[in-house]
């Protein structure tokens, strides 16, 4: 059948559903619900009503570490100063040195593996990340 257009309202909330369906790692709404336990018309009913979901935005940024602006309004996350690059390879030795000693990379034996592996370093990563920006804004101030 045919699908309704919707409103700039509802077109709106269902880009942020999306970009939290990304961040959260699941391909779609209905595994969005059930990964979070949300009813099953969660998304749909956020949708028809052009409701921005805010306590499901605040609780992806701080499980996934994903800017809120970036879900909220789909901004793209800042060039990488090449200074970082230092950074992300300082997160990504930490990260491969602690799944190496928990024995997580001699078992991976699917996709599904490997991107928790991914989720993992992207998180160290931003982790690492986060420690310089921070420690570079105090030695500013």
């Keep these: ?61 701080r499980e996934t570490h994903t800017s809120i602006d970036h879900l909220l309004y789909g901004t793209t996350m800042a060039q990488i100063d090449p200074n970082d690059l230092l950074y992300i390879k300082q997160g990504l030795v930490k990260s491969l040195r602690e799944l190496s000693e928990q024995g997580f990379i001699n078992k991976v034996k699917c996709l599904e593996d490997l991107e928790q592996i991914a989720k993992k370093q992207a998180a160290d990563i931003e982790h690492e990340l986060l420690i310089q920006w921070n420690k570079e804004s105090k030695e500013r101030a």
Aim: with cysteine.
């Design 1 to 61: 059948m045919f699908k309704k257009t919707l409103t700039p309202e509802q077109q709106a909330v269902h880009d942020i559903i999306e970009r939290v369906c990304w961040a959260q790692g699941v391909k779609n709404k209905a595994a969005l619900e059930r990964k979070l336990s949300l009813s099953d018309s969660f998304c749909a009913q956020k949708i028809k009503r052009g409701s921005i979901p805010y306590a499901l935005l605040d609780q992806t940024a």
